[in-house]
């Protein structure tokens, strides 16, 4: 029988380390565990013996944990909302960057053969064609803190025996999402207006609605991780992992609305900030190198979600057309 790879999921306990986690422990082939650092409602799950409780800022912690693993993929982060990471951005980017910095290191240290970062698509600049890996900038602050985690996966990779690879992800969205309207990003936060709203009245979004996003479900973004984890064969490699569609916030809220089977009306708070850039990427090199293509459609992504959100969150709206 052959050995099963050991697989570390760091950030276990958060949006996408969760399904990571609950997907990857479902494969025979694949020994896995997680971290977690708040969230003690993991420990009340089936395979919470494989669940560890580790502050990724202390790199003494980062290098025991990683240590004796095939695999180590970083879903680990401070994240939030925009309202959140905008009213206190210092404490966002100063624990990241200390979180990738350590695993990184760690890994390298512990020579564990395999690396995935989850990294995302906020280096790209704003445009109206789809952007290759290799037209990243640094457009803002929180966009270092990526890059940076992304360059020093290369060092690495150049003078170690870890193998390196860089998902660039769309906006992520599914179940385990945050469904908070103070802390959770657009997806979700429209879908818990909509949700909780009181049929033949009205939601209240923030800003125009202009700005545009790719949005990805995440069963689409966990078949990627898992083509990388039986393929890589690349010192460090990069790519874009989105739907390689854009949606006006608009849009999605529309399509929320219509396919909730509730009847409300959006309003549109123009004095509460907003970002209005276009988020297009494009996503061959992915399909291209490792097969993979997105099967979920966004209407069918959005009714997927609300049935998930009906069923964990029963005191929230009606069944979906």
């Not at 860089?166 to 969205?173: D, E, G, K, L, T």
Request: charge should be positive.
């Amino acid at each position: 029988m052959a050995t099963r790879k050991r697989v570390l999921v760091c950030g276990a306990s958060g949006f996408i380390g969760r399904n990571l986690f609950e997907t990857l422990s479902q494969r025979k082939d694949l020994d896995v565990y997680g971290t977690y650092l708040t969230n003690n409602d993991l420990n009340r799950q089936p395979a919470h013996q494989r669940l560890w409780r580790v502050n990724f800022t202390d790199l003494e912690s980062a290098r025991k944990i990683t240590k004796g693993f095939d695999v180590v993929i970083n879903a680990a982060a401070m994240t939030d909302g925009s309202g959140a990471v905008k009213a206190h951005p210092e404490i966002y980017i100063a624990i990241s960057n200390r979180i990738n910095t350590n695993i990184i290191e760690a890994v390298y240290e512990n020579k564990v053969p395999q690396f995935i970062f989850m990294s995302c698509t906020m280096m790209y600049p704003s445009s109206s064609r789809p952007l290759k890996e290799e037209e990243a900038e640094l457009t803002n602050i929180y966009a270092w803190v990526k890059v940076f985690a992304e360059q020093l996966c290369q060092f690495y990779s150049k003078i170690g025996q870890t193998k390196y690879t860089a998902i660039r992800h769309s906006n992520i969205y599914g179940p385990y999402d945050k469904f908070d309207l103070n802390r959770g990003h657009v997806f979700a936060a429209t879908i818990t207006k909509v949700m909780t709203g009181t049929n033949g009245g009205k939601i209240i979004m923030w800003g125009q609605g202009s700005e545009k996003r790719d949005f990805l479900h995440i069963f689409d973004l966990l078949r990627f991780t898992e083509l990388v984890i039986d393929n890589a064969d690349c010192e460090y490699d990069v790519f874009n992992v989105g739907l390689g569609k854009s949606f006006s916030v608009k849009e999605l809220s529309d399509k929320i609305v219509s396919l909730s089977g509730k009847e409300l009306s959006i309003e549109w708070d123009t004095s509460k900030s907003s970002t209005d850039t276009k988020i297009l990427i494009d996503i061959k090199k992915a399909e291209k190198v490792l097969g993979w293509k997105p099967t979920i459609d966004i209407d069918e992504g959005i009714r997927q979600t609300i049935r998930w959100y009906l069923e964990n969150h029963p005191k929230g709206g009606r069944d979906v057309r």
